[in-house]
């Protein structure tokens, strides 16, 4: 048995991160549209919030995958 994660949950992990991305993104426009800031800048904050947005939520998402992996190679141990 793998200790690899199903499919399903991988898939999941990696479109959380694009989810994560967009999230990151409208909360940085709506701050740089908030903030007065125009032009450039708006697509500077933006796209700076959507890397923090999806860094942050990649992290979730990997420390996610390897709990899953080890609790399923203690469930498979135990059997």
């Known amino acids: 048995m793998s ?8 898939v ?7 989810v994560g991305a967009g999230a990151g993104g409208l909360i940085g426009h709506a701050f740089a549209d908030l903030g007065g800031f125009s ?5 500077v904050i933006t796209f700076a919030s959507m890397l923090l947005g999806a ?5 979730v998402a990997v420390l996610t ?5 080890e609790w399923e190679t203690i469930r498979s141990d135990n059997q």
């Open 3 to 10: 200790a690899l994660p199903s499919v399903l949950a991988r």
């Open 12 to 18: 999941i992990a990696f479109a959380s991160i694009f």
């Open 39 to 43: 032009g450039l800048m708006i697509g």
């Open 55 to 59: 860094g942050g939520v990649a992290v």
């Open 65 to 69: 995958l390897r709990a899953f992996g």
